[in-house]
């Protein structure tokens, strides 16, 4: 697949969470190659093109890249997690100190977000004491 990312970003093996279209773009010539990816969704880039465009919002402009969707790690409850079974994602931990807390509330997930579990990864230790399991969504 191939979009477009800021020069300063444009590193193979970076990756990214694609947080959906801006209205700044909207009169864009080049639109819909930036806006071609899924909200929330994670991607990791796997070429660099020597093309660059001037853009907008990136300093320096942007870079044609090529990347793939990679696995979002997040947690569900334990009841949830089944390989293959999509589930609703509703990010609700308050305790930003918890070394989970990242993966109760992954960044570009919104709350009901329907997504697909790939793995189920093992046990999270949640000081609030909910019964939880780190999985690899899609």
């Known amino acids: 697949m191939v979009t477009l990312v800021g020069e300063k970003l444009a590193k193979k093996d970076n990756d990214f969470i694609y947080m959906g ?29 020597d093309v660059r465009h001037d853009c907008k919002i990136h300093e320096g402009g942007v870079r044609i890249v090529e990347v793939e969707k990679t696995l979002l790690p997040a947690a569900v ?11 609703s994602i509703n990010p609700d931990c308050k305790n930003i100190g918890c070394d989970s807390y990242f993966l109760c509330c992954p960044v570009g997930v919104k709350s009901g977000m329907k997504l697909k579990i790939s793995k189920i990864k093992g046990d999270i230790s949640c000081p609030e004491n909910k019964n939880l399991k780190e999985v690899l969504l899609e």
């Open 21 to 49: 279209s801006l209205s700044e773009c909207r009169d864009c010539k080049l639109k819909n190659v930036c806006f071609n990816l899924e909200d929330g969704c994670r991607y990791k880039i796997t070429s660099i093109r």
């Open 77 to 87: 409850e334990s009841k949830n997690a089944v390989e293959g079974e999509t589930v």
